[in-house]
Nanobody, 124 residues
């Protein structure tokens, strides 16, 4: 059952930026850790960033420095700011809700709620 709604994807040139938005009317984001996960054709899902229940953001691995996650609790909205995009960033991007931003809780299979995703294409 889909619980989050992602938006903001689209076609962008290499080096460009996009901001993805995640909202929901089903639950309050403050009670969950919220992640952005992406899935490219033929590749494993990748966890990009997570923001915990206290609002502390964490970007993961190679995404650190280019992608950042933030939350607006008043709007019950989470964002993913993506800068300096590369063709390899082409994927479907999903917003998920889980228990925490640590360890096994961050794995895609540990997420409680997902959305339908928003597609990002990086191409000249």
């Amino acid at each position: 059952q889909l619980q989050t709604v992602e938006s903001g994807g689209g076609l962008v040139q290499p080096g460009g930026s996009l901001r993805l938005t995640c909202t929901t009317s089903k639950f309050t984001f403050d009670y969950y850790s919220i992640e952005w996960i992406r899935k490219a054709p033929g590749k494993e899902s990748e966890v990009i960033a997570c923001i915990d229940k206290s609002g502390n953001p964490r970007s993961v691995g190679s995404f650190l420095g280019r992608f950042s996650i933030s939350r607006d609790s008043a709007k019950n909205t989470v964002y993913l700011q993506m800068n300096n995009l590369e063709p390899e960033d082409t994927a479907d991007y999903y917003c998920t809700a889980g228990n925490s931003c640590s360890g096994l809780d961050m794995k895609p299979e540990s997420q409680f709620h997902w959305g339908r995703g928003t597609r990002v294409a990086v191409s000249s």
